[in-house]
């Protein structure tokens, strides 16, 4: 095993309704709007965390693939040595919006604090760790686009330094209810199923 060379382990894409796992759709609905999606796959897949109800949509997205890609990998009974690095464009701005919508009207002044606390898209990044028990590095980025070099880059660095066993990483967007999710999880184990060259190509299936 080349103790520099990382190797994709699982990927996963949510978007249109849709959640495609490793190339193959596990999930499909009608056209619907993202809160009837992601309650119709948080029960198909039987996930059993009722604080998923209470989380934001970008954390509702980004846990949805976590919970499919590190569920597999992970155990509940200990401390899992996975990273997190995850991106996106619009940060957490669509809770942002609707945070100020309920401070702006002055006649129905009602500050929420269940929506206050998800005004910061790394909020997601605590929803999961809780969720899978890691207490390893976690960092959330905002480009305009997906930025595959650096994102290999960062988790290359996690792993070859030894902060972390495994890296689940990617892109969550969402903003006025469109979406999309790409995240994978990568180590040093070896795979020939990907490689981190075509990242890209799997992020534009």
Known sequence: MNPNKTHIQSY???ENNEIVLNGTSVFKTEPTNFADFSKQAYRNFDMQYPKFFKMDALS???FLGA???LSPITSTEQENNIALVLANKSSSLDTDVKYQESISDKENYFPSPAVF???LPNICLGEISIRHQLKSENSFFIFDAFNTEFMSNYST???NTNKADTVLCGWVEFFNDDYKAFL???SKEESTKYNNENINTL???
């Open 117 to 119: 606390v998800y005004t």
């Open 157 to 159: 660095i996690l792993l």
């Open 12 to 14: 996963c894409t949510i």
């Open 203 to 205: 992020y534009n299936k």
């Open 60 to 62: 509702k997205l980004a």
């Open 184 to 186: 994978y999880t990568i």
């Open 67 to 69: 919970e499919l890609l």
